[in-house]
């Protein structure tokens, strides 16, 4: 009877806990899903969206090179073109100026004069040498006067001094006239003996749109994009305006070759993203998924003429909406696709970059999907853990177990180590349960304290590492020197406090043919050792500007202390001896060429470097090898 009693008993723990374990798995159950409602919905958004930002991020550094590129080639024209009005006015009146044109100038058919030959090929002539210089005179209905002849000729000297300095940034540099005339300056393409004789300049939409007739503003402007003829390429063509007494004198002109431009604005970021770059008007320019030589057949596609189904549904997208703040992400203007929209300035252009919905939830997915299997695991450990207890002991030993779980379950380590079993036959595993806990306590109470140790130390060593960091992202990893974000930060510092200054301008003197002749990694070198030049001994900073540029913000108003800094300076690059044999001028060693201008409290920033860049090529201007102060 006794055994029967115990049976009945142990059926009903097993059935109580049977009970208590569905109790259990019902409400663990609830909460799991419960649980991965919430988190999947709190989650997904966030990750959706830093996956948009982690493209968006891939994009920023392209669009912002490219449209750096075109700034400082509008800021290259306003230099071309007051060195232009500078030598004009300079060669007013001057006969001689007027029997170079005739000497130079040759008539290679009816009504057109062309540069001669050997100005393009290299010639010295009236003690300064001319190279890479082609001008083209065309048909016109105005007489070839004195004053004509002193326009084209101060035009050629001004590409001549400083047509160079931009021959990386830019496919060629030049003037033109409205009384079709084309000077220019192009290691490439001699154009002004490749043009047609019967070329009227002012006939085509990029002379035209500089006519006082029609540009009443004389704004300077960007062209479309075009395919030049004669030089074979297709090219866009920034053009500024030069007036003066009311009279159109010439336009300062670069043209920029499309190439290697679009390739780096259409290259794919992601294997499965596609980009596109569109003109004001929606017409298709170049794509990720379309080959220059196809783009090469013709210079735009067009609504009507390219047939594409998602450049059309980009094209509609562009034309119906009026972006006010770029860039833009739009999720429904093309089926199944995400478009970033962000414009580039200049030139007016469209980037629009597509990339698959399905991938981007798919990425996005990943992190909520994860937490709930974690969650749905954690789960499932815990019952089992739970049913294995329930299981094994159902007296007091399992509520001292309890007593202890719950002790460490609340973080109380000390109070579990210390604890003392009630009088329990505890044997087996609960005993070694019971001592685990307190040997888990221990070393909880060890490796809490050990881990406060860490983050201490950690927390000391994590701002060292931040001092540090701040620093490398504001210097040039070759020379050492401060990079340009540092420079422009201390010198709009430095313009805001008004105390006295001269920025300084360096350039090393023809650094390309010794890069080309000795290779880069002699260019570097000769850099850090010029760069050490500059910074040694000084007691403020040295930038390194960009390539062979190098800058300084000298805290004095003394121009003599300047003088004598400048010519130390000039003095030590020369005596690193850094040979340069296809150097043209003397002596066949590296040398820089410096200008330094001071600091005006009111000024901005772009007008003092200008300054300063004036006296640099004044010093390029005077033979190179050394330096002019404003």
């Keep these: 009877m006794e055994r029967r009693h115990q049976h009945r008993r142990l059926q009903r723990h097993e059935r109580l806990t049977t009970a208590l374990l569905v109790k259990i798995s019902l409400w663990a159950i609830s909460i799991v899903i419960i649980a991965s409602a919430v988190t999947f919905t709190a989650t997904y ?86 190279q890479h210089l082609s001008a083209f005179i065309g048909p016109r209905t105005q007489p070839l006067t004195d004053e004509l002849k002193t326009r084209v000729i101060a035009a050629q000297h001004t590409l001549d ?37 019967d070329l009227v300049i002012t006939d085509f939409s990029v002379v035209e749109s500089t006519l006082q007739s029609k540009n009443p503003e004389r704004r300077p402007n960007w062209t479309g994009l075009y395919y030049d003829i004669s030089a074979d390429v297709w090219t866009i063509t920034y053009q500024h305006p030069v007036d003066r ?39 298709l320019i170049a794509a990720s998924n379309l080959s220059q030589q196809a783009m090469q057949s013709r210079s735009t596609l067009t609504k009507d003429t390219y047939q594409e189904p998602i450049y059309q549904a980009v094209s ?28 580039i300035e200049g030139p007016d252009w469209w980037h629009v970059t597509l990339y698959p919905l399905a991938e981007i939830r798919a990425e996005a997915m990943v992190l909520p999907v994860r937490l709930i299997f974690a969650g749905v695991g954690l789960v499932l450990l815990i019952l089992l853990m739970t ?39 505890a044997r087996g595993e609960v005993k070694q349960a019971l001592d685990g806990f307190k ?17 201490e130390m950690r927390t000391a060593e994590l701002a060292e590492a931040n001092k540090k960091l701040d620093a490398l992202a504001h210097l040039d990893g070759l020379t050492g020197l401060f990079n340009r974000r540092a420079f422009d930060q201390d010198l709009a510092a430095a313009i805001g406090t008004g105390e006295p200054a001269y920025l300084m301008m360096a350039d090393i ?21 010029i760069a050490g030049c500059l910074s040694k001994n000084v007691d403020f900073r040295v930038y390194r500007y960009g390539g062979e540029e190098l800058a300084a913000i000298i805290p004095t108003c003394d121009i003599n202390e300047v003088r004598g800094l400048l010519e130390a300076w000039r003095t030590c690059v020369v005596n690193q001896a850094i040979g340069h044999e296809f150097k043209a001028t003397e002596p066949h060693v590296l040398t820089v060429s410096m200008g330094a201008a001071l600091l005006a409290a009111d000024w901005p920033a772009e007008d003092v470097i200008r300054q300063a860049d004036r006296q640099l090529y004044r010093a390029k201007r005077a033979g190179k090898n050394c330096f002019f102060i404003d």
Aim: hydrophobic share 35%; no cysteine.
């Design 45 to 130: 958004q966030n990750a959706r969206q830093r996956v948009i930002d982690l493209m968006q991020q891939d994009l920023a550094p392209t669009l912002e090179r490219n449209q750096v590129l075109f700034e400082r080639i509008e800021r290259h024209a306003e230099v071309l073109s007051e060195e232009f009005l500078e030598r004009y006015q300079l060669m007013q009146n001057q006969s001689e100026r007027i029997a170079q044109f005739d000497r130079w100038y040759q008539e290679t058919s009816p009504g057109v004069l062309r540069l001669k030959p050997e100005f393009d090929q290299g010639t010295l002539q009236s003690g300064e040498y001319f």
């Design 161 to 197: 001094a400083v047509g160079p300095a931009w021959q990386n940034v830019v496919g060629n540099t030049h003037f033109s006239m409205p009384e079709n005339i084309i000077v220019m300056y192009s290691k490439e393409s001699p154009w002004g003996l490749l043009a047609d004789k």
């Design 245 to 283: 007494n009311g009279q159109h004198l010439v336009n300062a002109s670069f043209d920029v070759a499309l190439g290697r431009l679009l390739e780096d604005l259409t290259a794919k970021k992601r294997s499965s993203s596609e980009h596109l770059v569109l003109n004001a008007k929606g017409d």
């Design 316 to 343: 509609e997208v562009i034309n119906a909406n009026s972006f006010t703040q770029l860039p833009v992400v739009i999720e429904r203007g093309v089926e199944e696709q995400l478009l970033i929209i962000d414009k």
């Design 387 to 425: 049913y294995w207890l329930i299981r094994r002991e159902i007296t007091k030993p399992l509520q001292e177990v309890a007593t202890m779980a719950s002790m460490m379950g609340r973080s109380d380590y000390q109070q579990a180590l210390q604890h003392r079993s009630a009088d329990i036959n």
């Design 439 to 455: 040997t888990m306590a221990s070393r909880f109470i060890k490796a809490q304290n050990e881990l406060e140790r860490k983050v």
């Design 509 to 529: 003197d023809e650094f390309k043919p010794y890069n080309d002749n000795y290779g880069h990694e002699a260019g570097d070198q000769a850099l850090k050792k």
